[in-house]
């Protein structure tokens, strides 16, 4: 069937499946560009697409804001200590997901791979909390759009903005995986020079070249590296775990990406590192350009914040400061919305596509846009308008918690579900040279991985025990864990699943084998050497 291009996208030269290499007897079928409609979705993402769209999607405009959030918790070095630490779970948690998506890159992605290694109870309650853990992103973001708005005008209510911006962005997302995919890719490169263009302004405030005065490591002394002790560190693991929660998304856009077996393991290693190193960028950064008590920053009262560079720039002389951090915002946030409901909305299509949600968001148009799914997650992520009752900074607070807790799980049960997957693989006496992808130090780094989240979902809401109870507090800070337990249970009971027995998992269906034959085809080819300038740009850009 004949799939149109989305409006202004030039049809890059692909290198189309003959016919006979598509498998007998499955959902799949080609697209007039070239590209595998694959149970409904195209499969029209390169490997650049794959690095940017990962990178894009996690670093959003509340990372300017986060970072103060961070270091006004537990202060610049426990932020650190709090950021690498998260980051460590998260190369472990990629470490699974590649060699699990590198296997299987199917719709769902590890969602579905727990129904089938662990439990099909598993894979729905796995499948609606990561649902709903992108559908808070989503409001977090609109809630963020508000914050970044509210400090050029109050004149436009917050409920306004997040309206106004809700529009565009169902617009956008609806354009097609060819579309989303370029688009994201430069609004990706465009991040990360604001990220670099970041680092380089902190670095001459803080050495006096703007504003004329050397502040060096003053704020690590006076108040100090450390704030809040344990309380003001479970804040800022869940704070973290939030901002890193969007790397595992590479492994969803296993089922539209063209060559998964070559491009995913590639994207799963460099998109990483990048995370890694802007992420403890920005937290170092920040804790050197503004005191962990300045009360500008974003805390659960803030009717509106300011990020770290926005104070130091106005501190240095440059009461414009703001509006250049500003831009830098909303520009960042015209991506991590759309990634947001990308996400999203793919978990939903693959919990509809198996039996555990309506069918109704199965539906795709022609060109393998999932509408019903996705105008459904965005419409969800209205709750965002909650910030009419009570402050954009509290609304963030609550959304945080949540968002944190079912990132925890999520991780937590990834890990799982590669050790199930690997007792399966040996059980059936499948070589491990078979793996188009291995997991670095299996089995710790899956353990570490499930332990170490396990224990994080759990000190997550310590807060809510200090200096008195708090009731709303605690109920945002643990009912995910409740939810997951009632839908886990709740499917068990009503489906009679059973634990899947190692001997007898299914090994074979969702391999996607024939998608690599273009790469066989061109390895044979020879390839002319690659200058030094391009492989540069392609390290920082893809």
Not at 87 to 97: A, I, K
Request: proline share 4%; net charge neutral.
């Amino acid at each position: 069937m004949g799939i149109p291009l989305a409006p202004g996208v030039v049809d890059e030269k692909t290198s189309p499946l003959p016919d006979d290499v598509l498998p007998e007897n499955s959902d799949v079928a080609l697209a007039s560009n070239g590209n595998v409609i694959d149970q409904g979705l195209q499969r029209g993402l390169k490997n650049r697409h794959l690095q940017m769209i990962a990178f894009g999607g996690v670093v959003g405009a509340s990372i300017w804001y986060g970072t103060g959030s961070a270091i006004s918790y537990s202060g610049p070095v426990g932020a650190l200590i709090c950021f690498f630490i998260i980051g460590v779970d998260v190369f472990f948690v990629m470490q699974s997901l590649g060699e699990m998506s590198t296997l299987f890159p199917i719709q769902g992605a590890f969602i579905e791979l727990a129904g089938r290694f662990v439990d099909p109870a598993l894979a729905f309650a796995l499948g609606v909390n990561y649902c709903y853990l992108w559908l808070t992103n989503i409001a977090n973001d609109y809630n963020n759009i508000s914050l970044i708005m509210g400090l050029w005008t109050d004149a436009v209510p917050p409920y306004a903005w997040i309206l106004i911006f809700c529009a565009g962005f169902q617009c956008t997302s609806l354009l097609g995986i060819v579309f989303y995919g370029e688009m994201e890719f430069y609004l990706a490169c465009w991040k990360l020079i604001c990220v670099v263009g970041g680092f380089l302004v902190a670095i001459l405030i803080n050495t006096g070249a703007i504003g004329g005065e050397y502040i060096g490591f003053r704020y690590w002394r006076e108040p100090g590296v450390i704030a809040n002790g344990i309380n003001g560190f479970g804040k800022t693991f869940v704070l973290a775990a939030v901002y890193y929660a969007g790397t595992e998304m590479l492994a969803l856009t296993a089922a539209e990406s063209r060559n998964p077996k070559k491009d995913l393991p590639k994207a799963i290693r460099q998109t990483f590192w990048r995370i890694v190193v802007i992420f403890l960028g920005l937290v170092f950064f920040a804790g050197i350009l503004v005191p962990s008590n300045d009360n500008r920053l974003l805390t659960a009262t803030s009717k509106s914040a300011q990020s770290p560079w926005t104070i130091a720039l106005v501190q240095a002389g440059w009461e414009g400061g703001g509006n250049l951090v500003n831009v830098v915002m909303i520009t960042a946030q015209l991506s991590s919305v759309n990634s947001a409901i990308y996400v999203a909305s793919r978990s939903l299509v693959a919990l509809a596509v198996n039996g555990r949600a309506p069918k109704f968001f199965a539906r795709t148009t022609t060109n393998g846009v999932p509408v019903n799914a996705i105008v459904f997650c965005n419409v969800v992520g209205l709750i965002s308008l909650l910030n009419i009752a009570a402050t954009p900074g509290k609304v963030f607070t609550y959304l945080i918690s949540i968002s944190g807790a079912a990132t925890f799980i999520a991780w937590a049960f990834i890990g799982v579900t590669h050790l199930r997957l690997r007792k399966a693989w040996l059980v059936q006496g499948r070589s491990l040279d078979e793996l188009p992808y291995k997991a670095f130090l299996y089995p710790y780094g899956a353990w570490f991985v499930v332990l170490l989240n396990l224990f994080l979902v759990f000190i997550s809401g310590y807060e809510v025990f200090v200096g008195g109870f708090a009731a709303v507090d605690f109920v945002f800070s643990y009912v995910v864990i409740a939810i997951f337990t009632v839908l886990y249970f709740g499917w068990k009971f009503v489906k009679g699943t059973k634990f899947v027995s190692p001997a007898e998992a299914d090994l074979v269906s969702g391999r996607r084998d024939y998608l690599v034959h273009v790469e066989e085809d061109s390895a044979s080819e020879e390839k002319p050497k690659t200058p030094w300038y391009i492989s540069v740009k392609r390290f920082i850009f893809s």
